[in-house]
């Protein structure tokens, strides 16, 4: 299976953010949206970055909050991992497990068409693994 099954039924949407909005407006908007990331993004939907409520704990603990008023080109992640449509299930729970992620925007050439949390992964894969065992249950009754 691949990301793009996941984006079949998950649809493409993603909630992003200018990189010249504060840390603020950012968890303000994870909090409405009631989601745990936010990729950043520039001109044509471009990704710069990405910040995650993780980001916004670890600076709220090292510089109080003063720190709200930071703008997110100094809070973000900007080397952003990132996976294609083609890419396997796989592959991806590889790469957030060995990252400590949860969160893989999905990039076509170069714009981003998507994202995948840990949590898509892991129900996709129990929905996976349930097909197979009914699958297995039928043909044991057939046998």
């Known amino acids: 299976m691949t990301v793009k099954a996941i984006l079949s039924?998950?649809?493409?949407?993603?909630?992003?953010i200018e990189p010249?909005?504060?840390?603020?407006a950012a968890a303000k908007l994870l909090a409405e949206r009631k989601i745990g990331a936010l990729v950043?993004?520039?001109?044509?939907?471009?990704v710069v970055?990405?910040?995650s409520e993780r980001d916004i704990v670890?600076?709220?603990?090292?510089h109080g909050a003063a720190?709200?008023?930071?703008?997110?080109?100094?809070?973000?992640?900007?080397?952003?991992m990132?996976?294609?449509?083609?890419?396997?299930?796989?592959?991806v729970m590889e790469?957030?497990?060995?990252?400590?992620?949860?969160?893989?925007?999905?990039?076509?050439?170069g714009r981003l068409v998507g994202i995948v949390s840990i949590g898509d992964v892991v129900k996709h894969r129990l929905q996976e693994m349930e097909r197979e065992q009914s699958a297995l249950r039928d043909y044991i009754q057939t046998a």
């Open 95 to 109: 790469r957030m497990t060995q990252g400590k992620f949860r969160h893989l925007p999905v990039v076509e050439q």
């Open 82 to 91: 990132t996976c294609g449509a083609g890419d396997t299930i796989s592959s």
């Open 20 to 24: 010249t909005k504060n840390l603020a």
């Open 9 to 16: 039924v998950k649809g493409s949407e993603v909630a992003t």
């Open 40 to 46: 950043v993004t520039g001109p044509d939907q471009r």
């Open 67 to 80: 720190s709200l008023d930071l703008p997110l080109t100094d809070v973000m992640t900007r080397k952003v």
């Open 49 to 51: 970055g990405i910040v």
């Open 58 to 62: 670890q600076e709220l603990a090292a």
